[in-house]
């Protein structure tokens, strides 16, 4: 896959280079140092993901990335950075970027491009801890068109409050075998790989 990583620190630009690059499958187009670059990098090379951060000086990544996907809709844009911020977690997902990653965790970067890449959302735990938070309570959004049962909706639910296994067993009256098993179809009818993506799945069809 081809990226393009936009941080405005030269070192984080350079440093993420060298270790995505020992990827075999991925392929790094360019780095840039601020929003306008991101733009201008994004027009001429089209990649597969952006990988940016938020806070730069002049255009912000935010910013950058409300440019990209007005012309890019399909525009598939990882963000990574070091703030976990409610109100940037929340343009985020509303804006329709595919991960939000803290830097902290560098090991996980390459498999959130690939996942990214094939066409998952990633978001960090801390992340997904939030979304009950920033998205409000959930209001039950229409998943009739997603073939799961009343009892999937209602796992799926649970789980985007960001409730374990165990509690949502105690909630629902269930085992907890049981609702590993419930939580293994919605995954797999949704083509999901795990409860991260289904919280982010849930919120998205609000």
Known sequence: ???????????????LQTILQAQDDIEVLGTGTSGQQAVALYRRYEPDILLIDIQMKGMTGLEAARQILAQWPLARILFLTTFSDNDYIRDALQM???????????????????????????????????????????????????????????VTELV???????????RLFLS???????????????????????????????
Do not use: W
Request: charged share 30%.
């Open 96 to 154: 329709g970027a595919k991960g939000y990653l803290i830097k902290q965790d560098i090991e996980a970067i390459a498999p959130a491009l690939r996942a990214v890449y094939s066409g998952q959302s990633v978001f960090g735990d801390e992340v997904v801890h939030k979304l009950p938070d920033l998205m409000g309570a959930p209001t039950g959004p229409d998943l009739s068109g997603f073939q799961l049962s009343e009892r999937e909706r209602e």
């Open 160 to 170: 985007a409050l960001g409730l374990s296994n165990r509690e949502i067993a105690d």
């Open 1 to 15: 896959m081809d990226i393009l990583i936009i941080d405005d620190d030269p070192f984080v630009c350079a440093s």
């Open 176 to 206: 907890e075998g049981t609702v590993r098993n419930y939580l293994s179809a919605i995954l797999e009818k949704l083509d999901l790989r795990d409860r991260t993506q289904l919280a982010v799945f849930y919120y998205r069809q609000k």
